[in-house]
C-alpha cells in the first residue's frame, strides 16, 4: 500500500481506485488520464475547446457543468460547485434546464425542456451545448468509475482561477 493510502486510511477516508502521475499538474482526474498521454492529450485539448470557445458563452456552460455534475456521481466533479438554482436570463434558466434533463435520462429529455432550447438557441448553439454537456457527463462518469473524492480547497481555488482566466481569454479572442 501507498503513503498516502494509509495516510486516508487512518483518517477513514478514501482515495480515488487508480493513483494517477503525481508529478502531472492539476486534479486527480488529469494525473489518472496522464496514465494513458494518447488519450489524455486530446481528451483535456478537446475540454478546453468546447469550454473556452464556441459561440455559446463560457461562463454559462460552466453553469451547466455545474448542473450536471450534481447527477453524475463524480463527487469531484460536485465539489467544484454547485448551480445557482435559479436564473434571470431565460437563455440560463433553458441551458441548465436542459444540462439536468440530459444527465438524469439522457435518452428521453422532455420536450418541455427541449422547446424552452429551441426558444432561446439557435441549432448550432444546442449543438454545442448537446457536446458539452454529453463530453462532461463523460468526463465525470470517469470521475465517478474512479471514485474521485471531493476537491480540496486548493484545488477548488485552482479550478476557480482556470474558469476565470479561461473565460477571460475567451472574451478577448470574441471582442
Known sequence: MTADFLRCERKGLTMARIQGKTSVLGSEFRQIMALRPEIAKPWNAL???IRFNGIVDAGLKEEVRRMVAQHSGCAFCASLGAPKGSYDDPRWAAAVAFGKAVATNPTD????????????FSDE????LSAWITFMFASEMVGAVMKLQPASPEMKTMYNNWIRNGIEKA????S
Open 47 to 49: 475540454d478546453e475547446a
Open 109 to 120: 429529455v422532455p420536450d418541455a425542456d427541449w422547446q424552452a432550447l429551441k426558444e432561446h
Open 125 to 128: 448553439e444546442i449543438v454545442e
Open 171 to 174: 472574451t478577448r479572442v470574441a
